[in-house]
């Protein structure tokens, strides 16, 4: 079990945050701005091909290193270097935690337990690699020889999010010979819905499940199979049109696909950890084997900077420790993710589980309450330039603090006249607007009547980072999406909880299966077995259902 260190509100670092935070409290960014005017080139750090400008954070030098502190005491270094030699840093699962290993070159050595997984990883790549190269080139065919035209892929949480959001993000770079398609949800109008104008004779499942016991995957999975055999009429045909990704060999098998059909990964490659396994098949048969392996380059670049960077240049610490900051000690609930690229228009649906599912705790490793301090913020967002339209009102003038990630790009995939200019015209005034307002006094020099001004006044000090890059390519997603996973890392450690289990979906499901049962007995459910809301629905749902 654990030993309890330090309470984290006990440290000298966070005791000297606070005072700091209490001292510096009034400071606004337009007066930081103006008693430094190289700030704006000095708060920022630069690594695998990203630059992070974190200027316009309510943060100071001292701020900085009073953070940087923070993090040396809690040990963020000893730990990410447990985590990377293959500790088992996930305590309340007993397992290594090393989604690093995915993208370790052929030559380096990662232990579990004695044994060097870096083969087993790279044998893996090299079949899927394989595979993706023989739909992309029509030489795998479907049952009845015609070739794939169309990919679904069957999985959800951390089996749907990535190859989701990587597919949308890397369209650019996709193949335009196939469709993809992305199945999670147990309500069968995804299922129904994705599958609608697809020809079963040309339609590649993948089924991605960790588990392979996940209820609605195997829903889903079941459904999809029927549909397959309901136009091909041959129990042959499943061995030709579904693969699967899994930890769970015999369960596949079980299901009916042919293990030599299955791509394995490992219990220490967590769910929302796992884009980058071969639950990223689908993002390889989109890119190719090529601009899947560029991916993991870029993922792998960040993993060296993030091991190899002072703490006070390393982006996804500086990320981590912000977010802390803007979280325990200026008490922003949620924070924003705000990505300046339609592509991107699914990383903050990713970012919420990698962020929340991590670190959404409330006990620490040792299994103590956390009372006194905010663990996870509760991460939301849209690409721009479409959420000013709507919610960007509450962020500049609204009563909640609302931290933000700007996300740009200096080359658009798609130039298009101005819009690439404009685009990132509106990145730069939001951070702008965002940090500097509008005071009373500019608003009364336009001429404003006095009973106007404080509705168009703008209080700015809302803090935001801009990470910028240059384009976005398989590359640049793998570094984007591995600045995310160390900064949670950071802020797991820091906050003291196991950020690699999900304890808290478990009663969820449990009920779940409780009452599908109910719902589907013959005999009403027996009183008193659940609290009266819920009887009184379950009553309803049951007579109503048809
Ligand atoms: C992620 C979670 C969770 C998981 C899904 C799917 O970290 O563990 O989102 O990925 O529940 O699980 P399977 O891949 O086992 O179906």
């Given at each position: 079990?654990?030993?309890e260190?330090?309470?984290?509100t006990?440290?000298?670092a966070?005791a000297?945050?606070a005072?700091?935070?209490d001292a510096?409290?009034?400071a606004?960014?337009?007066?930081?701005?103006a008693?430094?005017p190289?700030?704006?080139e000095?708060?920022?750090?630069e690594?695998?091909?990203?630059?992070?400008?974190?200027?316009?954070q309510?943060?100071?030098d001292?701020?900085?290193r009073?953070?940087?502190?923070?993090a040396e005491?809690?040990?963020?270094?000893?730990?990410?270097?447990?985590?990377?030699?293959?500790e088992?840093?996930?305590?309340?699962?007993?397992?290594?935690?090393?989604?690093?290993?995915?993208?370790?070159?052929?030559?380096?050595?990662?232990l579990?337990d004695?044994?060097?997984?870096?083969p087993?990883?790279?044998?893996v790549?090299?079949?899927?690699?394989?595979?993706a190269?023989?739909?992309r080139?029509?030489a795998?065919?479907?049952?009845?020889?015609r070739?794939?035209?169309?990919?679904?892929n069957v999985?959800?949480?951390?089996?749907?999010?990535?190859?989701?959001m990587?597919?949308?993000?890397?369209?650019?770079?996709?193949?335009r010979?196939?469709a993809?398609?992305?199945?999670?949800?147990v309500?069968g109008t995804d299922?129904?819905?994705?599958?609608?104008d697809?020809?079963?004779a040309?339609?590649?499942?993948?089924?991605?499940?960790?588990t392979?016991?996940?209820?609605?995957?195997?829903?889903?999975?079941?459904?999809?199979?029927?549909?397959?055999?309901a136009?091909?009429?041959?129990?042959?045909a499943?061995?030709r049109?579904?693969?699967?990704v899994s930890?769970?060999e015999?369960q596949?098998?079980?299901?009916g696909i042919?293990?030599?059909?299955?791509?394995g990964?490992w219990?220490?490659?967590?769910?929302?950890?796992?884009?980058d396994?071969?639950?990223?098949l689908?993002t390889?048969?989109?890119?190719?084997?090529?601009?899947?392996r560029?991916?993991?380059?870029g993922?792998?670049?960040?993993?060296?900077h993030?091991?190899?960077?002072?703490?006070?240049?390393?982006?996804p610490?500086l990320?981590?420790l912000?977010g802390?900051?803007?979280?325990d000690?200026?008490?922003?609930?949620?924070?924003?993710?705000?990505?300046?690229?339609q592509y991107?228009?699914r990383f903050?649906?990713?970012?919420?589980?990698l962020?929340?599912?991590?670190?959404?705790?409330?006990?620490?490793?040792?299994?103590?309450s956390?009372?006194?301090?905010?663990?996870?913020p509760i991460?939301w967002?849209?690409p721009?330039?479409n959420?000013q339209?709507?919610?960007?009102?509450?962020l500049?003038?609204?009563?909640?603090l609302v931290?933000?990630?700007?996300?740009?790009?200096c080359?658009?995939?798609?130039?298009?006249?101005?819009?690439?200019?404009?685009?990132?015209a509106?990145?730069l005034?939001?951070?702008e607007?965002?940090?500097f307002?509008?005071?009373a006094?500019?608003?009364?020099?336009?001429g404003?009547p006095?009973?106007?001004?404080p509705h168009?006044?703008?209080p700015?000090n809302?803090?935001?980072?801009?990470?910028?890059?240059?384009?976005?390519?398989?590359a640049t997603?793998?570094?984007?999406?591995?600045?995310?996973e160390?900064?949670?890392?950071t802020?797991?450690?820091i906050?003291?909880?196991?950020?690699?289990?999900q304890w808290?979906?478990?009663?969820g499901?449990?009920l779940?299966?409780?009452?599908?049962?109910?719902?589907e007995?013959?005999?009403e459910?027996?009183?008193?077995?659940?609290d009266?809301?819920?009887?009184?629905?379950?009553?309803?749902?049951r007579?109503?259902?048809?």
């Amino acid at each position: 079990m654990p030993i309890e260190r330090t309470p984290l509100t006990r440290t000298p670092a966070w005791a000297n945050l606070a005072a700091h935070r209490d001292a510096s409290r009034g400071a606004h960014l337009r007066e930081l701005f103006a008693a430094d005017p190289a700030r704006g080139e000095r708060l920022v750090a630069e690594g695998a091909g990203l630059y992070l400008d974190y200027s316009k954070q309510r943060v100071t030098d001292e701020t900085m290193r009073l953070l940087v502190r923070l993090a040396e005491e809690r040990g963020v270094v000893a730990r990410r270097e447990a985590m990377f030699a293959g500790e088992k840093i996930n305590v309340t699962e007993r397992r290594a935690v090393l989604h690093v290993a995915l993208r370790a070159p052929r030559t380096e050595r990662i232990l579990v337990d004695g044994k060097d997984v870096v083969p087993e990883v790279h044998a893996v790549l090299d079949r899927m690699s394989d595979f993706a190269e023989r739909v992309r080139s029509g030489a795998w065919t479907g049952f009845t020889g015609r070739r794939i035209r169309a990919v679904v892929n069957v999985g959800i949480g951390g089996s749907d999010l990535g190859p989701m959001m990587a597919y949308e993000a890397l369209r650019h770079h996709a193949t335009r010979e196939l469709a993809f398609r992305f199945v999670s949800n147990v309500d069968g109008t995804d299922l129904v819905e994705a599958t609608r104008d697809l020809d079963p004779a040309e339609t590649l499942f993948i089924v991605s499940s960790k588990t392979f016991t996940t209820i609605e995957t195997m829903t889903n999975a079941a459904s999809a199979r029927a549909w397959l055999l309901a136009a091909l009429k041959d129990e042959r045909a499943v061995a030709r049109h579904f693969v699967a990704v899994s930890t769970n060999e015999a369960q596949v098998r079980r299901f009916g696909i042919d293990p030599a059909n299955m791509f394995g990964f490992w219990d220490w490659v967590g769910g929302r950890y796992s884009m980058d396994s071969a639950i990223g098949l689908s993002t390889m048969i989109a890119v190719g084997s090529e601009g899947f392996r560029e991916l993991l380059a870029g993922f792998r670049a960040m993993d060296e900077h993030f091991r190899t960077a002072p703490l006070d240049r390393n982006l996804p610490v500086l990320v981590g420790l912000l977010g802390i900051w803007n979280t325990d000690f200026l008490g922003a609930a949620t924070a924003a993710i705000l990505p300046y690229d339609q592509y991107l228009r699914r990383f903050p649906a990713y970012l919420q589980q990698l962020a929340m599912e991590s670190n959404g705790k409330r006990v620490t490793l040792a299994g103590a309450s956390i009372t006194d301090y905010a663990t996870s913020p509760i991460w939301w967002g849209e690409p721009g330039t479409n959420g000013q339209h709507s919610f960007y009102q509450l962020l500049h003038q609204g009563t909640h603090l609302v931290p933000c990630d700007l996300v740009g790009f200096c080359r658009s995939a798609n130039p298009l006249g101005r819009h690439h200019d404009l685009l990132v015209a509106n990145l730069l005034a939001q951070g702008e607007a965002l940090a500097f307002g509008k005071t009373a006094a500019e608003v009364r020099a336009e001429g404003t009547p006095e009973w106007l001004v404080p509705h168009r006044t703008f209080p700015g000090n809302r803090p935001t980072s801009t990470i910028f890059a240059d384009e976005l390519r398989p590359a640049t997603l793998g570094a984007l999406v591995a600045l995310y996973e160390h900064a949670v890392f950071t802020q797991g450690v820091i906050w003291g909880v196991d950020s690699f289990d999900q304890w808290g979906v478990e009663l969820g499901k449990v009920l779940a299966t409780r009452l599908v049962a109910e719902i589907e007995a013959a005999a009403e459910p027996a009183a008193g077995a659940h609290d009266s809301s819920t009887s009184a629905l379950l009553r309803r749902y049951r007579a109503r259902r048809g």
